[in-house]
């Protein structure tokens, strides 16, 4: 189907489809990292003192991309209001704590991740979510030069 581009907000509007699904994608991927660091933060430290709490590990969440104002947006976060069931602390303390590679407040793993940062550095800082984005783009038909 051929599509008639007279000016920039054409343009804007004839790329938005495939741009949500480019975000779209980019979030996913960094929904996964996410995830695989959470289980790697589990799987560094086996409570022997008390029972553990799988709230953590459950609380990255992705919110499918979709427009907004023109733009193509997505979220992945970490839901701390998720994380109700730990006694005496936050979920926002939980989260900073697992961020720090601490358990409970204590460094007590082996090879604990820092969570959220490592999640950044193998998707954003190493350049991950460009090449991603350039190459879902090619696949698109569409000539991307970095």
Avoid: C
């Avoid at 343009?11 to 929904?31: E, H, N």
């Avoid at 069931?85 to 900073?96: A, D, I, K, L």
């Amino acid at each position: 189907m051929t599509k008639v581009i007279n000016n920039m907000n054409d343009l804007a509007i004839a790329l938005q489809p495939t741009l949500k699904k480019m975000v779209d994608g980019m979030a996913q991927r960094v929904y996964e990292t996410l995830n695989f660091f959470l289980q790697r933060y589990y799987d560094s430290y086996d409570p022997v003192f008390y029972r553990r709490q799988y709230d953590f590990l459950r609380s990255g969440f992705k919110v499918d991309a979709r427009i907004v104002r023109g733009k193509a947006v997505a979220s992945v976060y970490i839901d701390t209001d998720y994380m109700s069931n730990y006694y005496g602390v936050s979920g926002e303390q939980v989260t900073t704590w697992a961020n720090e590679g601490l358990h409970g407040g204590k460094n007590l793993g082996t090879n604990t991740p820092h969570v959220w940062d490592v999640t950044m550095a193998n998707t954003v800082d190493n350049g991950a979510l460009v090449r991603d984005a350039v190459a879902y783009l090619r696949s698109q038909g569409y000539t991307v030069r970095v």
